[in-house]
């Protein structure tokens, strides 16, 4: 049984500081990482674990030194696409000693899991916050598509291509989606497409497709919905997502922290 864990939006920043001045995104991050870890035995096996982009802060090189640092206590392999908050030259040197780094191009990659296809593309669009669908990433989908020839495929995009009522994020969302819907709509196989971004568990119907927005592992994007919203940010509890194949794609959102203890479902006796 195929799994595949995602991680999103963690918005690195260098050692020492707190994004936006409050929020200490690398112990989240590591907080993350740890609770995967712990659930691995009794989840396990899980094939690869992804990140949805927004890796770092501001696409520094001190930043994604300080990502794959962080990333290097998982216990799984894991791979990543970019988001608006990356630089996708430093980005792509470093992870440079990766093989499924593209050399040039967008950073997109397809690998093929034993129950399904994982299809993640580059949205980034170079010095803008929304997402768009280069060519190269569009191809890619389509040859791995035919590779699967209507096996499952669980696909992965920074940008979310539907309307959150979240504004400011709306705004910044995927300008091509439709391109995309147009493909998985077509496929003959089962299809998900998992995004981030926003920071929040978002689930709507995308064509004859299921698109979800994953939580980040730290802050969340505030839900406020009101015309002419201030853009902010919210302390809330982190999380990651559990991506399986049963009879279907199931998705699980899992809490970033939690108490590892447990408790039986039994009723204590009242003492006679
Ligand atoms: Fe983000
Ligand atoms: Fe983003």
Same mark, same amino acid.
């Given at each position: 049984?195929?799994?595949?864990?995602?991680?999103?939006?963690?918005?690195?920043?260098?050692?020492?500081? #707190?994004?936006?001045?409050?929020?200490? *995104? +690398?112990?989240?991050?590591?907080?993350?990482?740890? *609770?995967?870890?712990?659930?691995?035995?009794?989840? @396990?096996?899980?094939?690869?674990?992804?990140?949805?982009?927004?890796?770092?802060?501001?696409?520094?090189? /001190?930043?994604? /030194?300080?990502?794959?640092?962080?990333?290097?206590?998982?216990?799984?392999?894991?791979?990543?696409?970019? +988001?608006?908050?990356? #630089?996708?030259?430093?980005?792509?040197?470093?992870?440079?000693?990766?093989?499924?780094?593209?050399?040039?191009? +967008?950073?997109?990659?397809?690998?093929? #899991?034993?129950?399904?296809?994982?299809?993640?593309?580059?949205?980034?669009?170079? @010095?803008?916050?929304?997402?768009?669908?280069?060519?190269?990433?569009?191809?890619?989908?389509?040859?791995a598509l035919k590779g699967l020839a209507g096996k499952p495929v669980l696909v992965g995009v920074h940008h979310p291509p539907f309307m959150t009522g979240i504004r400011p994020m709306?705004?910044?969302?995927?300008?091509?989606?439709? /391109? #995309?819907?147009?493909?998985?709509?077509?496929?003959? @196989?089962?299809s998900r497409l998992v995004c981030g971004h926003v920071h929040r568990s978002v689930t709507r119907a995308f064509g004859t497709s299921i698109g979800l927005i994953a939580p980040g592992?730290?802050?969340?994007?505030?839900?406020?919905?009101?015309?002419?919203?201030?853009?902010?940010?919210?302390?809330?509890? +982190?999380?990651?997502?559990?991506?399986?194949?049963?009879?279907?794609f199931v998705s699980h959102v899992v809490a970033a922290n939690f108490s590892p203890n447990r408790f039986p479902f039994t009723t204590p006796q009242a003492p006679s």
């Amino acid at each position: 049984m195929s799994k595949v864990i995602q991680l999103s939006d963690p918005h690195i920043v260098p050692r020492g500081q #707190l994004a936006y001045g409050v929020v200490d *995104t +690398g112990a989240a991050l590591a907080t993350a990482v740890a *609770t995967v870890n712990r659930c691995l035995p009794v989840i @396990g096996p899980v094939d690869l674990a992804i990140v949805t982009g927004d890796l770092t802060d501001f696409g520094s090189s /001190a930043e994604y /030194a300080r990502f794959r640092a962080i990333m290097s206590e998982l216990k799984i392999p894991y791979r990543v696409i970019p +988001g608006n908050h990356d #630089l996708r030259t430093n980005l792509r040197a470093s992870f440079a000693d990766q093989e499924w780094m593209p050399l040039t191009g +967008g950073i997109s990659w397809s690998v093929e #899991l034993p129950d399904f296809g994982l299809v993640c593309l580059d949205s980034l669009v170079d @010095g803008h916050h929304h997402g768009h669908l280069e060519a190269d990433a569009l191809d890619l989908l389509n040859d791995a598509l035919k590779g699967l020839a209507g096996k499952p495929v669980l696909v992965g995009v920074h940008h979310p291509p539907f309307m959150t009522g979240i504004r400011p994020m709306d705004d910044n969302n995927l300008r091509n989606g439709a /391109a #995309l819907q147009v493909m998985l709509d077509a496929y003959p @196989g089962e299809s998900r497409l998992v995004c981030g971004h926003v920071h929040r568990s978002v689930t709507r119907a995308f064509g004859t497709s299921i698109g979800l927005i994953a939580p980040g592992t730290s802050h969340a994007v505030t839900l406020d919905q009101r015309e002419g919203n201030p853009h902010t940010l919210s302390l809330e509890p +982190g999380g990651f997502m559990l991506h399986e194949w049963r009879d279907g794609f199931v998705s699980h959102v899992v809490a970033a922290n939690f108490s590892p203890n447990r408790f039986p479902f039994t009723t204590p006796q009242a003492p006679s």
